[in-house]
C-alpha cells in the first residue's frame, strides 16, 4: 500500500551514460511501428526521467544490455520509497514515509523482486480505526474489543447502522463488479440507492476509501463503483477473517532502493528535466541546467501530468490519455504529537482516520499512520505520519514534513487506462507509472519492467502468474496518426 505520491518522489532520476549535445530544429512524425520492429539489434541509449520505482525498476532491467542515464530532480533516490531516521543520533530508528507495507497476494512482482535481490522483511500490522467529531464516536477493526472500546458503543444507534450496513455492504459487494461496470454507477450513487446509512457512509466506508486513495469526500462518493468494489475484493478487504498478511521492509524500504540500484549507482544524475523533444535522429532531453542531450529512446516515469508537461511538442493522443489523471495533494508529517491519533489509547492502530466533525466535502480527509505498530518500533516513543493534518502538528513535534501526490482515478482516468498502452515506443517516448494501476508499488513496478521488456526484448528474472496484471499491457485498438 501506498501512503501517497511526492511531487519531489515522481520528478527526475538520471544516470550520467555517455550523451551527445545536439541542436534541435526539426522533429521527427514516425510511422508506428510494430513491437517486434522495436527490438533493439545494439546497445541503446536510454534516458529514465524519475527515480520511483517504476524508473528504478526500469533502469535495473534495462541497465544489463543497454547505456542508461537516469534523472532526479528531488532530494532522495526511490519516489515514495522514503525512509528517514528518527530518534536521537546514537539510535536512530528508521521510519518510513511513503511506501511502507506490502502483501504476497497482491504483491508478486514486488514478492519476487524482494526475494532476487535479498531484501530483509518482517511481519507488519494493518489494524484500521476510526475517530469521528473530534473524538465523540471511536472504534478499531481489531475484533470486539476494538469495536467496543468506546463503551458507549454498545448502546448506541449510530454504532449499530454502521455495523448492521457492513454486514450488508461486505456480504453484497462481490456480486457488484460486472453490473456495476455495465450500469457506470459511482459509489455514492449506489450507496444512496440502496439506503445506507450515513453512519456506514461517514464513519466507515469513506474513511476506508481516504485511506487508501487518500483522497477527498466528494472524489470518493464519485469513484467508479466496479473499481472501488473489484479493489476492495481483490486485496481481500471485504473479509472479516483471512485477510492478506502485510510484510514490511526491516530497516526501511531505502533498503531495497540500495539493492535495485546498486548496478547503476554512476549512471544517476541528480538534475531535473525540463523538456523531451523528439528529434530524426533520437529524443532530446533538456535539464534544469541548459543541458541538450541525445538518446535512442526515453522512458517517462513520472506522474502523467508531468510527463505532459515534458514533452514539447505532445500528440493528440498524448493529450488526451496523459492528460485524463489529475492528482491530489497530500501535506505530510512524520511527528509525535498525540492530538492526531484517537483520543483512546485502546482504540490505536495502523491505520488511524481523524474527523474534526467538519463538514466540509471538498477537503482533504487526515489520516494517521502508527509507525510503531506497522514497523515493530519500540513503542514508548510513538512516532506517526500523518497525512493532510486538520491541525498541523506542535512545531516541537515535527521531524519532518513532505508533499506527496497521489493519482485520482475517476472515470476520465479509469477510461484512459484502457489505452493508454497505445501510446508506448510512439516516436522512440515510453511511459510507465503507478496511474497504469491503482496507484500503489506493484503498479507502477509491474508498469516499469513491462516497458523495460518491451522497449529492450530483456526479461525479468522470475515468472510470476499474470506478471502484469494490474497493469493492461494489451493493445485492442491502435490509435489514429496524429
Not at 39 to 62: D, E, R, V
Request: hydrophobic share 40%.
Amino acid at each position: 500500500m501506498r501512503l501517497g505520491s511526492v511531487r519531489f518522489c515522481v520528478i527526475f532520476p538520471d544516470l550520467t551514460a555517455r550523451f551527445s549535445r545536439i541542436e534541435i530544429n526539426t522533429q521527427k512524425k514516425a510511422g508506428h511501428l510494430p513491437y517486434e520492429a522495436s527490438l533493439p539489434k545494439t546497445q541503446k541509449k536510454i534516458a529514465i526521467i524519475g527515480s520511483g520505482i517504476a524508473g528504478m525498476s526500469a533502469a535495473w532491467l534495462l541497465n544489463k544490455d543497454h547505456d542508461i542515464t537516469v534523472f532526479e530532480a528531488g532530494d532522495h533516490i526511490g519516489g515514495h520509497s522514503n525512509t528517514v531516521d528518527a530518534g536521537n543520533g546514537e539510535n536512530p530508528l528508521p521510519v518510513d514515509t511513503g511506501f511502507i507495507v506490502y502483501n504476497e497476494q497482491n504483491y508478486p512482482n514486488l514478492v519476487a523482486l524482494f526475494d532476487h535481490l535479498n531484501v530483509p522483511t518482517k511481519p507488519s500490522d494493518m489494524s484500521f480505526a476510526a475517530s469521528i467529531d473530534k473524538g465523540r464516536f471511536e472504534y478499531s477493526g481489531t475484533g470486539l474489543n476494538g469495536l467496543l472500546a468506546q463503551r458507549s458503543n454498545l448502546v448506541s444507534p449510530r454504532f449499530w447502522a454502521m455495523m448492521s450496513d457492513i454486514m450488508r455492504f461486505y456480504k453484497t459487494a462481490p456480486t457488484l463488479d460486472g453490473a456495476a461496470a455495465s450500469a457506470d454507477l459511482s459509489l455514492g450513487d449506489y450507496l444512496r440507492e440502496n439506503n445506507y446509512s450515513d453512519a456506514f457512509i461517514r464513519d466507515h466506508i469513506l474513511p476506508m476509501g481516504a485511506a487508501i486513495w487518500s483522497t477527498t469526500v466528494t472524489d470518493m462518493l464519485d469513484y467508479p463503483l466496479a473499481t472501488f468494489v473489484r479493489f476492495f475484493e481483490s486485496h481481500g478487504l471485504l473479509k472479516f477473517k483471512d485477510r492478506p498478511k502485510w510484510r514490511t521492509v526491516d530497516g526501511g524500504s531505502r533498503e531495497y532502493v540500495k539493492r535495485l540500484t546498486a548496478s547503476y549507482q554512476d549512471k544517476i544524475r541528480r538534475e531535473g528535466v525540463v523538456a523531451i523533444t523528439r528529434a530524426l535522429n533520437g529524443v532530446e532531453v533538456t535539464t534544469a541546467t541548459g543541458g541538450q542531450y541525445l538518446f535512442d529512446d526515453v522512458v517517462l516515469a513520472t506522474h502523467a501530468d508531468d510527463a505532459l508537461t515534458l514533452l514539447s511538442n505532445p500528440n493528440q493522443s498524448e493529450q488526451r490519455l496523459l492528460g485524463a489523471f489529475q492528482y491530489t495533494d497530500n501535506d505530510t508529517y512524520l511527528h509525535t504529537d498525540e492530538r492526531l491519533m484517537p483520543k483512546r489509547r485502546r482504540v490505536w492502530s495502523s491505520w488511524n482516520y481523524i474527523d474534526d466533525g467538519a463538514a466540509d466535502a471538498g477537503k482533504q480527509l487526515t489520516l494517521s499512520y502508527w509507525m510503531n505498530r506497522l514497523q515493530s518500533i519500540d513503542e514508548s516513543h510513538p512516532l506517526f505520519v500523518t497525512l493532510n493534518p486538520h491541525i498541523a502538528p506542535r512545531e516541537e513535534t515535527i521531524i519532518r514534513k513532505f508533499s506527496y501526490q497521489h493519482p485520482l482515478f475517476d472515470r476520465a482516468a479509469i477510461e484512459a487506462q484502457k489505452e493508454l498502452w497505445q501510446l508506448q515506443g510512439r516516436d522512440r517516448v515510453w511511459y510507465c507509472g503507478s496511474y497504469f494501476g491503482y496507484g500503489f508499488h506493484e503498479d507502477a513496478l509491474e508498469a516499469g519492467l513491462a516497458v523495460a521488456e518491451q522497449l529492450s526484448g530483456a526479461r525479468r528474472p522470475w515468472n510470476v502468474a499474470a506478471n502484469s496484471s494490474r497493469v493492461n499491457t494489451e493493445v485492442v485498438l491502435p490509435l489514429a496518426a496524429d
